[in-house]
């Protein structure tokens, strides 16, 4: 099978505490948390715009580009899609700075690798949409143990045939991985899919 993926599962006290002491990857992920239901906590947008909010005003090109998916998909904020594209558009060069930097330290670089895979998936910013692109970016942070990019994987990739071949055996490795990690909308994606699963359909 693939490579030992160990997903990564974060404390929100501890990332409130970092944050609040100045590291934007806490805002982030903070951010993320609230805004997909991460990490143990409820799905709560007004929270996960305060935290993406709370890097942005740090420099940090990921909680920056979270500030703009949410106007993009109106998380918390009426959608604003020149808004949006503008914040996408000031983030991106700092992210692939950022992706240079944390080279070396492959579970912080994670997040910025997934943030770019964003921006092909979607075709954010000023980046033309490619399948491919985004599915090589999506893979890299979920091999760093990426929880959002593991489900992804499962969810979305492998199961539907994104940027790869489709893999039904590869959709169920990932999508269960993040469901024993306790991720919950991977718990329901796999109840959603089980019937396929088992006939082992095409």
């Known amino acids: 099978m693939e490579q030992k993926i ?3 599962i974060f404390n929100i006290i501890d990332l409130e505490e970092n944050a609040k002491n100045g590291d934007g990857l806490s805002c982030y992920i903070l951010g993320r948390s609230y805004d997909s239901g991460e990490n143990g906590v409820k799905q709560n947008f007004e929270k996960a715009l305060y935290w993406y909010n709370k890097g942005k005003e740090l420099d940090d090109p990921r909680c920056i580009y979270g500030v703009g998916a949410c106007y993009y998909f109106g998380d918390g904020v009426k959608d604003d899609k020149n808004k949006a594209h503008e914040l996408f558009v000031k983030a991106y060069q700092s ?3 950022l992706i240079e930097q944390e080279k070396n330290i492959p579970n912080r670089q994670a997040f910025s690798i997934f943030c770019l ?5 979607f075709g954010f910013g000023d980046i033309e949409k490619n ?3 985004a599915f090589k970016l999506i893979y890299d942070s ?3 143990g990426h929880m959002a990019g593991i489900y992804d994987l499962g969810a979305n990739f492998y199961y539907n045939g994104v940027g790869t071949e489709k893999n039904l055996r590869l959709s169920e490795y990932y999508l269960k991985m993040a469901v024993d990690a ?3 909308r991977a718990k329901v994606k796999f109840e959603q899919y089980r ?3 088992e006939r082992g359909e095409k």
């Open 95 to 97: 992210l692939l700075e």
């Open 131 to 133: 399948n491919n692109t």
């Open 6 to 8: 160990i997903p990564m």
């Open 195 to 197: 019937n396929i699963y």
């Open 182 to 184: 306790g991720l919950q």
């Open 117 to 121: 895979g964003a921006y092909y998936y």
């Open 142 to 144: 979920a091999m760093k």
